[in-house]
């Protein structure tokens, strides 16, 4: 996976096969709104549970939220909507062969989509806080594994992890490109 | 039975206590991305929004405006829009 800037585009370039499914899987598993936790962290109350603020609690509920909703619904309808546009070199035989535009002016609903995947993802998967790399390495030791329950969950686990670490890459470049 | 005094210098410091927005630390957005949205929010300078997104990694919390309620709601608003997590109180004894 190659990321470049061009003038009114950002480009996300020579995708392998697993890498568009993950992005792929990743943007279909942005919708927050199938999943509990994912739906308690970001639409949390800010004001809490104090009866104290019962009738801004009543107003969030009733007038901003929908709209929170419906703004992350749209950003994950124009990125679905994009990825139909994803190119492919007619050479067959290159591995890397895929390839994504995305207008600067789309840049931040994809961070938006990308981020709603990586916190449902954190929220119901096990995803480690900070320093992957030991994690990482005792999961490929664990595909090794003699036993076949131990290497699938491994497996697993690590396509997780790996997805997730995608994405966030992706993420931490497209905002160097806005700052 | 309080006095009329008394009652004007309880609505006054009713009144005249701010509503805070305070932003809370996540693992998942990234540190780049919050600096960029409380530039963007807040319109804070990149050093501002540098401190505060330190502060918020350190502490767990930071208390990133104060002022009128309705600027409050309309900030925590815009950074739930942003995915961030933030919250709003008031320390006075009365909305």
């Known amino acids: ?57 009543s107003d969030w509920e ?22 139909k546009n994803v190119k492919k070199t007619t050479n067959e035989s290159e591995e890397f062969q895929y390839k994504i535009e995305i207008e600067k002016g789309e840049v931040l609903r994809w961070y938006s989509v990308l981020n709603q995947a990586r916190i449902r993802l954190y929220e119901e998967e096990n995803i480690p806080d ?16 003699n036993n076949l329950n131990t290497r699938e969950v491994a497996q697993e686990q690590l396509e997780v992890i790996l997805k997730y670490e995608m994405c966030g890459v992706i993420q931490d470049w497209m905002i160097s490109e806005l700052a | 039975m309080a006095t009329e005094t008394e009652i004007l ?19 998942v957005n990234l540190m780049g991305y919050v600096v960029l949205m409380l530039k963007n929010i807040f319109g804070y300078s990149d050093e501002k929004a540098s401190e505060i997104m ?8 930071t208390v990133v405006w104060s002022g009128e309620k309705e600027t409050a709601e309309f900030y925590v608003e ?12 008031n320390t006075g004894a009365s909305s």
Not at chain 1, 130 to 145: A, F, P, S
Not at chain 2, 54 to 61: E, I, R
């Open chain 2, 54 to 61: 330190l502060s918020v990694h350190k502490n767990g919390k």
């Open chain 1, 62 to 83: 009733e007038y901003v939220l929908p709209s929170i909703e419906n703004k992350f619904k749209e950003d994950r309808d124009v990125v679905k909507d994009s990825l």
């Open chain 2, 78 to 89: 815009q950074l739930h829009s942003a995915q961030l997590m933030a919250t709003i109180e």
């Open chain 1, 1 to 57: 996976m190659i990321l470049l800037s061009e003038e009114n585009q950002l480009v996300i370039d020579k995708l392998s096969d697993v890498e568009l499914r993950f992005l792929e899987e990743m943007i279909g598993y942005s919708d927050v709104d199938k999943s509990d936790a994912g739906k308690a962290r970001l639409y949390a109350n800010p004001y809490g549970e104090s009866i104290k603020y019962e009738n801004e609690n």
């Open chain 1, 130 to 145: 900070g320093e992957i790399q030991e994690v990482l390495d005792d999961l490929l030791i664990d595909t090794e594994d």
């Open chain 2, 9 to 27: 210098e309880e609505t006054k410091t009713a009144i005249a206590e701010p509503w805070k927005v305070l932003l809370h630390n996540d693992p």
